[in-house]
């Protein structure tokens, strides 16, 4: 929000003028009062949430950043966050704020709820691990037998979804609680005379297991277009159902940690988070990288003489250490996102390998050429530095290029995130290499 209104809320707050804000409050969408309280302080925060609604508070609360809505709750009684907040959540919503939570205030908090049913159903999806579909699913949704007849079928689902706020998908089950299909509602009006529903229904829907990791719900629910997904068990029971915007949070905070490792920090860090936390955030990388230009330096050190004889070949040693890390970020970034979407299995990593290869020799002709002619203008031919900086970089690329490939893919075999390949893993690693290979066939050649 602009800080003009940050501060106009901050006024009306501290001249506890309460019917002003109730009022601007009441213009706003749940997802701008969550903004406004991610700027506020805690006690201000409070102060808001006294002034609206039970269902709009714990909209809001949804919406509010993971820190500042921690930050939040830390100063509030646990039954205020039971009765306040949890008893109008959906049950994933609930089970995201009572995660974050130490076991003493979820037991707290839960024995405060006075819907025994919905506390259940929270503390069975809190044994699940949240990133799996049976810790992103809820349990709200319309389940209909398929013996019901239409009108049995009608009276059922208004009865449930009087305490729904949305409605994607009726689900069908059989007598043991197994999903079977899905009642398509557009059959309630075109075929209101069928004798029961799974006459009707669409049978064998699309569904995943409750153990199914977090990245196959996303590729299921966007090859599909589905708006939500229904959870089963091991032996198919309807447990829960996955919808799309809780898959789109999960997806943009995955998106986030990946671009984090890659950028080089080694934990979740945002821009408004406190000195400490960034620089502990930052930290652990440049060290390394500290230490891979130590190791850089007595590389070099070693080969005075040859610098001393051929002054030259320094000249290239930026070249040689930034195309390395170059090419090698490219080769793990494309690993990386076709591991991310599905469209590269880890288990074929000889044909990637020999795919990336035959690409790394391509450009490593083309780069080591254009350097060839450029040395061959300025050093001419015989020089030393016209051929060995082309081979070097010849060297280099294939090298980075096989290395940037396998190293994600391994990675991922490891059960290890390899977003961290396209990071400063991959340019240390092949800066360090890549002055091994130079300086070595400078010395071969010389």
């Not at 609206?52 to 509010?64: F, P, Q, S, T, Y």
């Not at 994933?92 to 049913?117: F, G, T, Y």
């Not at 691990?129 to 208004?158: F, H, Q, W, Y």
Request: aromatic share 6%; net charge negative.
């Amino acid at each position: 929000m602009e800080n003009e209104e940050i501060k106009k809320v901050s006024e009306l707050i501290e001249n506890k003028e309460s019917d002003k804000l109730k009022e601007l409050l009441n213009d706003l969408h749940p997802a701008d009062i969550a903004e406004l309280c991610d700027e506020l302080d805690a006690e201000e925060a409070r102060s808001i949430y006294l002034l609206l609604d039970n269902e709009k508070a714990a909209d809001v609360l949804i919406e509010m950043d993971e820190d500042a809505r921690k930050r939040f709750l830390e100063i509030l009684p646990s039954e205020t966050i039971a009765k306040r907040f949890v008893d109008y959540m959906d049950s994933d919503d609930a089970v995201d704020i009572i995660r974050d939570m130490d076991e003493d205030k979820q037991e707290e908090v839960l024995s405060h709820i006075e819907d025994i049913e919905q506390a259940g159903d929270i503390v069975d999806l809190l044994k699940y691990d949240e990133d799996t579909a049976g810790g992103l699913m809820g349990t709200e949704m319309v389940i209909v037998n398929e013996n019901l007849s239409m009108p049995e079928c009608l009276r059922e689902m208004r009865i449930q979804a009087e305490d729904m706020d949305e409605i994607y998908y009726v689900y069908v089950v059989d007598d043991d609680e197994r999903l079977r299909g899905v009642f398509p509602l557009k059959k309630m009006i075109t075929s209101p005379s069928v004798s029961k529903v799974k006459h009707v229904m669409k049978k064998d829907p699309i569904s995943v297991h409750v153990d199914t990791p977090l990245e196959e719900v996303v590729q299921v629910i966007e090859k599909y277009d589905l708006v939500a997904l229904p959870v089963v068990d091991s032996i198919g029971r309807l447990v829960g159902r996955i919808t799309v915007d809780d898959v789109m949070d999960e997806v943009r905070e995955q998106a986030e940690r990946d671009y984090q490792l890659a950028s080089g920090l080694s934990q979740d860090v945002e821009s408004h988070d406190n000195v400490f936390r960034q620089t502990t955030a930052r930290l652990p990388w440049l060290l390394i990288g500290m230490l891979g230009g130590i190791g850089n330096s007595m590389i070099l050190g070693n080969f005075d003489t040859t610098f001393a004889a051929h002054p030259e070949m320094a000249l290239y040693i930026p070249l040689i250490g930034g195309t390395g890390g170059n090419v090698g970020t490219q080769s793990s970034a494309l690993v990386v996102q076709g591991l991310a979407n599905s469209s590269l299995d880890a288990g074929n990593t000889f044909k990637q390998v020999l795919k990336e290869s035959v690409v790394a020799l391509i450009n490593a002709t083309i780069i080591s050429m254009l350097v060839y002619i450029y040395n061959f203008i300025r050093f001419g031919a015989s020089a030393t530095v016209s051929y060995s900086v082309s081979i070097s970089l010849f060297a280099v690329v294939m090298f980075a290029s096989i290395f940037g490939t396998l190293v994600p893919m391994t990675l991922e075999k490891l059960k290890i995130d390899p977003a961290i390949a396209t990071g400063p893993f991959i340019s240390i690693t092949n800066d360090i290499i890549g002055m091994l290979m130079y300086m070595g066939i400078t010395v071969l050649l010389a």
